[in-house]
DNA sequence: CTCATTAAGTTAAACGTTTACTTTAATAAA
DNA sequence: TTTATTAAAGTAAACGTTTAACTTAATGAG
């Protein structure tokens, strides 16, 4: 026996399918009799809507779309976290879709959302090609776009300062009295989380009267191994340093793991800041100071964003720069 | 203008709907010169297939759903990454589902996916409990259980053995020469996680002729903080020892932790071996010792078990236990 | 030339809802 | 009593596909 419809609980309730639905829909025009014999027959059948039925007359589907380069990130899961716990309590199930490395199945994941009839897309930590925008125009659902923007396309964002985060992480070190401060990067090719942690590094610097040494800044590719490389060299290269700063935990914890072997004591001979506070960044030993990006919070708020301008289908965009902060561990001590 | 669908291209190319979903679908039943009209009005009016629409008629959706207890773990996020893989590798969309602790919004969760009528359902690392099972049972879609399973139901999971990884484990410090081994466990409540290891730790001290000592094992609850707290009663309760198994990597590194605070040395003055191989086990340091669960891989093979269960509507039941293996890092080290 | 076969195509029902429109009957107002 | 109003329902179209059943015309066999 397939599952029960509509039907059967009309033909079991002895009424139309237009008054079942009035009164699985809290609608006017029945009465309270047949209401009864209504939710009697829903029972005893064990009916539950089709919501693919549902959504072919609505034209809504209650789903939403996240695209994530790396699924199984610490990073990618906060925010995909924030995403949905906001989606299932306004309703809406949320759709996961790996685009793997460079984006190489963006563009099939945008046509299987299409096809999908999702109501919206979260667009995440990837840079959004033009190609990927006309896909989502076409489609015409509200997107959002999270630790990423386009400066070309208006298009709502949800993002920290990644400028004035690193100026902050920078100028912390250097009131705790460190003036040889060297960097870790991510590849300033990178335009959203690259190159504007180096710039903010160096306009701090620059503010605060300190010379800016291109050798005292390493490229490490925000993971680990690069990290411990770009500390490698930089301790072989880089004229002496008492402080650094990492633009990814990572490389943080990559470029402590080489002091660590080397003998050179954190934060008493070297002072370490990190950038993204992800959750292993207090595991660690010493703990890691860093600059935190509420992840989760980013997560909710770009669902929120989303699902109103679904619901409310108003086409104001409105982005959101939210603040880090920066979380004082263990890695980092004034110098005297 | 509203997005086009096959009437409009059956439209403008002049003939029926049932032809262009026949050179759609690749059937026969059109000649050469059909095809290329079609297909150029499909080109022009940008046409792509509703899914949703399909859906109706085929009473397939192809989507599954996912319900994960904590969706921002590391843990979870790997296992998604496997099974996200493979399903749009086969052409799946897979629903994320985060039940929160406790399980507390999984029938909530499991009315959704059914109202969606996902085509199967991958549950993992909660314990089934009969309310969910006869849920999904009324919808009549596969279930493949992974990091879990049930023994009073027949339903296939994918799991490695807990029981046998954790006498593995403790096995392993005895062969590097340890005989006073502490643990620090989950909850022996815990019948998935909890107790298969400590009952495996309990048996490898056994089958090596030695004792067993109660006080020598304290709850670390899986978490940081659960691991710091039990480390600390250990310190402070147990009779010595030279050797510590933790039943997550999690709980380890809290371990780790407060040893390095107290000055105990690791691996010198105590062997630590983890479990998990999460991410960060080879980040810290030293990197960690530990007990590797093929997480992605096991996402891997319950996403294809279930796709199989789908397609072939095949109604045998397989499960596995997949290997742990275990990876030497830097925690552990022979007792002279 | 007739009949069967085949290829190329069309028609229309079905999937399970929602909803605009219509009908029916009861009640109230005049 | 007649007419308007209202509440309680029913009817049927629509959403965008797929597909079974049917039609038409061409081809070939006898």
Redesign the interface.
């Known amino acids: 026996m397939n ?1 029960a419809t509509i039907k059967d609980v009309a033909k079991a309730a002895d009424v139309s399918v237009a008054t079942v639905s009035r009164v699985l829909h809290n609608l006017t025009g029945y009465s309270d009799k047949t209401k009864q014999k209504v939710m009697q027959a829903v029972e005893e059948l ?1 009916y ?6 549902r ?2 007359v609505n034209k809504r ?1 209650q ?1 939403i779309g996240v695209l994530f380069p ?5 990073f ?3 925010i ?2 924030g995403i ?2 906001i989606a ?1 309590e306004k309703g809406f ?6 685009t793997a490395e460079e984006g190489k ?1 963006t563009m099939k ?1 945008l ?2 959302l ?4 999702v109501d919206g897309i979260v667009f995440t930590s990837e840079v959004l090609k033009d190609e990927y925008f006309q896909a989502i125009k ?1 489609m ?1 659902v509200p997107v959002i776009l999270v630790n990423t923007m386009s400066q070309k396309h208006m298009i709502p964002y949800v993002k920290v300062d990644d400028h004035q985060a690193a100026y902050h992480a920078t100028d912390y070190l250097i009131q705790k009295g460190h003036r040889e401060i060297a960097m870790i990067s991510g590849s300033p090719k990178d335009r959203i989380a690259g190159l504007p942690r180096l710039e903010g590094y160096r306009q701090a610097l620059a503010d605060n009267g300190i010379e800016y040494i291109e050798s005292r800044v390493a490229n490490g590719d925000f993971n ?1 191994e690069g990290g411990t490389e770009a500390m490698k060299k930089l301790l072989a290269e880089a004229p002496p340093f008492t402080a650094l700063f990492a633009a990814s935990d ?1 490389m943080a ?2 470029a ?2 080489v002091a ?2 080397r003998g050179i004591k954190i934060p008493d001979d070297l002072s370490i800041i990190g950038y993204d506070d992800l ?2 960044a ?4 010493p703990p890691l100071t860093t600059i935190h990006q509420p992840l ?1 919070m980013m997560g909710r708020m770009a669902s929120e964003k989303l699902i109103s301008l679904i619901e409310e289908d108003s086409t104001q965009v409105s982005s959101s720069i939210v603040s880090h902060h920066l979380v004082e561990r263990q890695t980092v001590r004034s110098k005297p």
Chains 1, 2 share one sequence.
């Open positions: 599952p064990g539950q809507p089709n919501a693919i039925a959504g072919l589907t789903t790396h699924v199984s990130s610490s990618s899961s906060d995909l976290h949905e716990e299932q199930s949320v759709i996961v879709c790996n199945r994941y046509q299987v299409r096809e999908k009839q076409e015409r680990l990572e914890i990559g402590m793991n660590l072997e959750k292993f207090r595991m660690i030993y989760t």
